[in-house]
């Protein structure tokens, strides 16, 4: 069964640092998310990425976040300068549609830790 | 509430009896999705139904929706010890409703059987 395999699986990084999570969604999707939880609370969305561009972004998706598809297979989130509270796990999905088909795959997740 | 809430928040059965959570939610939607997050781990889609549809099956999973109360639930029969999970309704709004390409989750029901 195809994965969306997200690297590293575990990320403890200093506030203030940059850091990169990457993705490789499904080969043949064509939409890509981002969506985060911290410890205990809902899974909110980030942002999602179409035809190498943002389709939407949420308010937590601020100036300090970007996303890039740098490759044809590599999908990437980039926290410029973290601070305490980016401290969640954070997981990329994709699909082929926009959710109107057989629902989203989801990667097991980043768990970013900021100290 | 919030869109996407499930009831109850935490769920405790023996092996062998049904669990029955439920979602409402809010917003005109296009799908409503289950997924099951077991502790620290991945999203894992489970289950589709469209605004269209009124109940969908899929092995010991059945779902229904009610689009006029904005409710849905999932019955899980014959629960087993690995059905110990959280498990997360999420909507896919309508286009036009506002964040058509995001997933909005609820906060997830508990579910713990114990054998």
């Known amino acids: 069964e195809p994965e969306v395999t997200q690297t590293p699986s575990h990320q403890v990084t200093q506030m203030g640092q940059e850091v990169i999570l990457r993705c490789v969604p499904i080969s043949n999707h064509l939409y890509f998310y981002w969506y985060r939880q911290i410890l205990g609370q809902k899974v909110e969305f980030l942002v999602s990425?179409?035809?190498?561009?943002?389709?939407?972004k949420s308010e937590i998706f601020d100036d300090q976040f970007s996303v890039e598809r740098p490759d044809g297979s590599n999908f990437t989130l980039k926290i410029r300068s973290t601070k305490l509270e980016d401290s969640a796990m954070y997981f990329c999905?994709?699909?082929?549609?926009?959710?109107?088909?057989?629902?989203?795959?989801f990667g097991s997740g980043t768990r970013l830790t900021v100290v | 509430s919030q869109q996407g809430e499930e009831d109850p928040q935490a769920l405790s059965i023996q092996e062998g009896e049904n669990a029955t959570m439920n979602c409402s939610y809010k917003t005109s939607i296009n799908n409503l999705q289950w997924y099951r997050q077991n502790s620290g781990r991945g999203l894992v889609h489970l289950i589709l139904i469209r605004s269209n549809e009124r109940e969908k099956h899929s092995g010991r999973l059945r779902v229904t929706l009610d689009t006029s109360k904005k409710s849905s639930s999932l019955l899980i029969t014959a629960s087993r010890a690995a059905d110990t999970a959280s498990y997360f309704c999420a909507t896919g709004p309508r286009p036009g409703a506002g964040g058509y390409n995001k997933l909005i989750f609820g906060a997830g029901t508990r579910l713990a059987v114990h054998p």
């Open positions: 990425f179409y035809n190498n561009e943002i389709s939407e």
């Open positions: 999905a994709s699909s082929e549609t926009p959710g109107q088909g057989n629902g989203y795959t």
